[in-house]
């Protein structure tokens, strides 16, 4: 019966909603009654809860977040029946198709596109799924949590949501909003405004380890060519990061880390600077041909452990046109290094 519900100023009276929206009311002998809950300034009835219904849906996005921030004081001080009844309310088709309606949000990246020609003027807010992704986390928690919204949905201005948080840096909602999200959805643009790069929610993931982890756990998931889907600046930032793991993983599905470090050196010097470990994947980037620049030893934080690394792994040190110079540099900057790691290197240079 809810499906005959589609405008939200057409919400009936309390009785008539309890006695046609919620028929297993009466079917469990339940008597249909308005109910009171105690909360802050004052007992509101049911009547009272559904006047902020209709006012979430509201074009004001002020007056949206007010009569949200209302109900969620109303739902958490509610007794467990009555939270059940306003949970079926707000988790109904109606619920959510007023809040894509009248918030006038986008339900996937394919209706945005379509939908271009409708998109409005950037100003601050939107809508209240887009003013609570970063300002108010809770309240926007609440509206996934119910259904209300959905975090593959975009915004008025073109905007996925998951791109709203990522721009304010709110790194829990983006990872529970991953959670939720589909592989394709994550291939998808976040956005559809014209001045948008293109950039898809997996790349904007490479910035963050655990949230591309994320990401990759569910596309790897695709049977499909995955080859062209990163570029180059997301593999560079994704090199900060990346196991031996990933990487090998990463590598099945046509995306080679070693190819892009192997055409930048300096990338070696991030991947020390950023792995608390980093030989495993050293190993891994040598077995594919990568090899460290020639300054790697100078460079390095902790030359006694690179230069374990580099004579395990047979190298040449120092490499060519170093000489003794490079020797006493390297003495200077190693400054730690025991006799035993000094005779080594002396033996491999001569």
Same mark, same amino acid.
């Given at each position: 019966?809810?499906?005959?519900?589609?405008?939200?100023?057409?919400?009936?009276?309390?009785?008539?909603?309890?006695?046609?929206?919620?028929?297993?009311?009466?079917?469990?002998?339940?008597? $249909?009654?308005?109910?009171?809950?105690?909360?802050?300034?004052?007992?509101?009835?049911?009547?009272?809860?559904?006047?902020?219904?209709?006012?979430?849906? =509201?074009?004001?996005?002020?007056?949206?977040?007010?009569?949200?921030?209302?109900?969620?004081?109303?739902?958490?001080?509610?007794?467990?029946?009555?939270?059940?009844?306003?949970?079926?309310? *707000?988790?109904?088709?109606?619920?959510?198709?007023?809040?894509?309606?009248?918030?006038?949000?986008?339900?996937?990246?394919?209706?945005?596109?379509?939908?271009?020609?409708?998109?409005?003027?950037?100003?601050?807010?939107?809508?209240?799924?887009?003013? =609570? $992704?970063?300002?108010?986390?809770?309240?926007?928690?609440?509206?996934?949590?119910?259904?209300?919204?959905?975090?593959?949905?975009?915004?008025?201005?073109?905007?996925? *949501?998951?791109?709203?948080?990522?721009?304010?840096?709110?790194?829990?909602?983006?990872?529970?909003?991953?959670?939720?999200?589909?592989?394709?959805?994550?291939?998808?643009?976040?956005?559809?405004?014209?001045?948008?790069?293109?950039?898809?929610?997996?790349?904007?993931?490479?910035?963050?380890?655990?949230?591309?982890?994320?990401?990759?756990?569910?596309?790897?998931?695709?049977?499909?060519?995955?080859?062209?889907?990163?570029?180059?600046?997301?593999?560079?930032?994704?090199?900060?990061?990346?196991?031996?793991?990933?990487?090998?993983?990463?590598?099945?599905?046509?995306?080679?880390?070693?190819?892009?470090?192997?055409?930048?050196?300096?990338?070696?010097?991030?991947?020390?600077?950023?792995?608390?470990?980093?030989?495993?994947?050293?190993?891994?980037?040598?077995?594919?041909? =990568?090899?460290?620049?020639?300054?790697?030893?100078?460079?390095?934080?902790?030359?006694?452990?690179?230069?374990?690394?580099?004579?395990?792994?047979?190298?040449?040190?120092?490499?060519?046109?170093?000489?003794?110079?490079?020797?006493?540099?390297?003495?200077?900057?190693?400054?730690?290094?025991?006799?035993?790691?000094?005779?080594?290197?002396?033996?491999?240079?001569?």
């Amino acid at each position: 019966m809810a499906s005959q519900w589609i405008r939200y100023d057409e919400i009936p009276s309390t009785a008539s909603v309890l006695c046609t929206f919620y028929p297993s009311m009466e079917a469990i002998g339940q008597p $249909v009654d308005v109910k009171s809950v105690p909360i802050e300034n004052g007992d509101y009835s049911y009547e009272w809860f559904m006047s902020k219904i209709t006012c979430l849906f =509201c074009s004001d996005t002020s007056n949206s977040k007010q009569a949200l921030d209302e109900i969620q004081k109303f739902y958490k001080q509610a007794d467990p029946y009555l939270r059940f009844e306003l949970e079926n309310l *707000l988790q109904s088709d109606w619920a959510r198709r007023s809040a894509l309606a009248h918030c006038k949000l986008f339900p996937d990246f394919d209706e945005a596109v379509e939908s271009q020609d409708c998109l409005q003027i950037e100003h601050e807010h939107p809508d209240v799924a887009s003013r =609570c $992704v970063s300002g108010s986390p809770d309240s926007f928690h609440f509206l996934i949590r119910q259904g209300i919204i959905r975090s593959c949905y975009y915004n008025s201005f073109g905007h996925s *949501l998951v791109l709203l948080a990522f721009k304010k840096n709110a790194i829990e909602t983006v990872k529970s909003m991953i959670s939720t999200i589909s592989p394709i959805d994550l291939l998808a643009p976040a956005s559809v405004a014209e001045e948008w790069d293109g950039s898809s929610i997996l790349q904007l993931a490479a910035t963050d380890s655990v949230v591309f982890w994320m990401c990759w756990d569910k596309v790897d998931q695709i049977p499909l060519d995955l080859g062209e889907i990163l570029q180059e600046r997301e593999i560079r930032k994704i090199c900060r990061f990346a196991s031996m793991n990933l990487a090998s993983r990463m590598y099945q599905r046509g995306i080679d880390l070693s190819d892009v470090v192997d055409k930048d050196s300096s990338l070696w010097l991030e991947i020390i600077l950023y792995h608390a470990d980093a030989a495993l994947l050293f190993d891994w980037l040598f077995t594919n041909n =990568c090899q460290p620049p020639q300054d790697f030893l100078l460079c390095h934080p902790d030359p006694d452990s690179t230069l374990d690394w580099l004579l395990a792994n047979s190298f040449p040190l120092p490499y060519p046109g170093h000489g003794q110079d490079f020797l006493r540099k390297f003495a200077i900057r190693g400054g730690r290094l025991d006799a035993a790691h000094w005779l080594s290197f002396d033996r491999v240079a001569t």
